[in-house]
């Protein structure tokens, strides 16, 4: 059975990648912080018959995610690895004037150092395996300006740049980045809880993923949108 990580999958996109994954036979080692929510959501996962690991932690912690690696080898490798933690370093969003620097420091500890810590720390198993995969979850607010999203959106650029040249220098990957487009997400409620327009769950979203590993194009960032429409 293929192998996957699934960081911050305790709800919301993680969750739905890991049910969607577990589905089609794919074990899975899943992390996030809170502990409780991340035993039924792994509980719930296992239901479709695969081995599921869960391990709480925070993804900034080097041992932390040293602990999901060692696991992953002892399921047989690393064959997907899918960095979906996420933090938004001011709750709710701020404009750029009022961001404390502590919580622009967490979102790129959360959204980029740890993504790439992970990453380092999985790359020989990724190596080793015949469709070795990374998924970074990027969002819109890495590309466009938008106003109070700019702590967020630069740890999520920084994400895109760090995967766009981990794909150029692992030509036997796939990298890819993906905006998932706006979801109805505890996240982003968190960030604009004033704003409850119509969004689309999350399992709406997970196809698009599956479309990425199903085709395996090239490295490069795609919009989940545009995956579901293809």
């Known amino acids: 059975m293929p192998v996957a990580i699934i960081t911050g999958a305790s709800k919301g996109l993680g969750r739905a990648l890991a049910g969607a994954l577990a589905a089609r036979g794919w074990d899975l080692v899943l992390d996030a912080r809170g502990e409780a929510d991340l035993a039924r959501a792994a509980r719930e996962t296992a239901a479709h018959g695969t081995r599921v690991q869960a391990r709480p932690g925070d993804v ?13 080898r002892a399921l047989g ?3 997907l690895l899918v960095s979906n933690a996420s933090a938004l370093g001011a709750e709710p969003l701020v404009r750029l004037a009022e961001l404390p620097l502590a919580g622009l420091r ?18 020989p198993l990724l190596r080793e395996s015949a ?3 990374v998924i970074v979850v990027s ?8 106003p109070t999203w700019g702590g ?6 920084a994400l895109d740049q760090l ?25 982003y409620a968190a960030a604009v809880p004033d704003d409850d327009g119509p969004r689309p769950a999350p399992d709406q979203v997970a196809p ?20 579901l429409g293809a």
């Open 163 to 187: 995967a766009a040249v981990l794909g150029e220098e692992e030509p036997g990957l796939r990298v890819w980045a993906v905006d998932p487009g706006d979801m109805a997400t505890d996240l």
């Open 139 to 146: 969002s819109d607010a890495a590309a466009e300006a938008y």
């Open 77 to 79: 490798g690393v064959d």
């Open 106 to 123: 967490r979102a790129l500890e959360v959204n980029a150092v740890a993504a790439l810590g992970l990453v380092q720390e999985a790359l």
């Open 131 to 133: 469709a070795g995969a």
């Open 152 to 157: 967020y959106g630069a740890s999520k650029a």
């Open 208 to 227: 698009a993923f599956l479309r990425l590993l199903e085709r395996r194009p090239a490295s490069g960032r795609y919009g989940a949108p545009a995956l």
């Open 60 to 72: 900034t912690d080097a041992g932390h995610r040293a602990e999901l690696v060692a696991v992953a």
